[in-house]
């Protein structure tokens, strides 16, 4: 399936000059890793800002300087971030820095490298999740296995709506995670060309994982 194909579906591609700069930064093999991180989180902030644009508010009554007004506040009560371990750590910071107060979950799978599985080996979301809208963070949507994995838990604990937001994906990863979970909405900010033979995004940026944490 092509990169035009899948952005017909429900997928938000970003196209945006300064997401297109921060990603031709990421991407830079010689980009060092304090450099690495702070670019995911500043495009993390940019990809969250559009996931959270259907977000549920409520009116609230304020005192400007000069009257009172009703203005509109997001129910922080009401949607949960959960990054997928261990890259989605990249990305906590900068939805946070847009929803402060909301409660994080963690679901942590990694991909079995031959047969290119997930494998799942810690979940804890928070109480209530299912009052609440959750907002996945999972850098790397390659072969979509593990986000598809994280939507599924998600969904079992009984999530109201669930979002995914990603850096970078692959036409055959968001094809893998709308066959599952078409009603799902997926942000990214750029749908990458193909998956190679080791099921690595290309052009991609190489292991978001230990580009973050400097494990390469």
């Given at each position: 399936?092509?990169?035009?194909?899948?952005?017909?579906?429900?997928?938000?591609?970003?196209?945006?000059?300064?997401?297109?700069?921060?990603?031709?930064?990421?991407?830079?093999?010689?980009t060092?890793?304090?450099?690495f991180?702070?670019?995911?989180?500043?495009?993390?902030?940019?990809?969250?800002?559009?996931?959270?644009?259907?977000?549920?508010?409520?009116?609230?009554?304020?005192?400007?300087?000069?009257?009172?007004?009703?203005?509109?506040?997001?129910?922080?009560?009401?949607?949960?971030?959960?990054?997928?371990?261990?890259?989605?750590l990249?990305?906590?910071?900068?939805?946070?820095?847009?929803?402060?107060?909301?409660?994080?979950?963690?679901?942590?799978?990694?991909?079995?490298?031959?047969?290119?599985?997930?494998?799942p080996?810690?979940?804890?979301?928070?109480?209530?999740?299912e009052?609440?809208?959750v907002?996945?963070?999972?850098?790397?949507?390659?072969?979509?296995?593990s986000?598809?994995?994280a939507?599924?838990?998600?969904?079992?604990?009984?999530a109201?709506?669930?979002?995914?937001a990603?850096?970078?994906?692959?036409p055959?990863?968001?094809?893998?995670?709308?066959?599952?979970?078409?009603e799902?909405?997926?942000?990214?900010?750029?749908?990458?060309?193909?998956l190679?033979?080791?099921?690595?995004?290309?052009?991609?940026?190489g292991?978001?994982?230990?580009?973050?944490?400097?494990?390469?």
């Amino acid at each position: 399936m092509s990169a035009e194909a899948v952005a017909e579906k429900v997928v938000i591609e970003l196209d945006h000059p300064i997401v297109r700069d921060k990603l031709a930064a990421l991407r830079d093999r010689n980009t060092d890793v304090p450099n690495f991180r702070r670019l995911a989180n500043e495009l993390a902030l940019l990809v969250a800002y559009e996931a959270t644009r259907g977000l549920e508010t409520e009116p609230v009554e304020i005192d400007t300087p000069l009257e009172r007004m009703e203005a509109r506040k997001i129910r922080a009560d009401k949607v949960v971030l959960v990054p997928v371990l261990r890259a989605g750590l990249g990305m906590l910071d900068g939805a946070l820095q847009l929803l402060p107060h909301a409660p994080v979950g963690f679901i942590g799978v990694y991909r079995e490298e031959e047969a290119l599985r997930p494998v799942p080996y810690f979940l804890k979301l928070p109480a209530g999740v299912e009052q609440r809208d959750v907002l996945l963070l999972d850098p790397m949507v390659a072969t979509g296995g593990s986000a598809a994995y994280a939507v599924r838990m998600c969904k079992q604990a009984g999530a109201r709506r669930v979002a995914l937001a990603a850096l970078i994906s692959a036409p055959e990863g968001l094809a893998r995670v709308h066959a599952d979970y078409p009603e799902v909405p997926i942000f990214t900010a750029a749908i990458d060309r193909e998956l190679n033979e080791n099921g690595f995004i290309l052009p991609g940026l190489g292991d978001a994982g230990d580009r973050l944490l400097g494990t390469q």
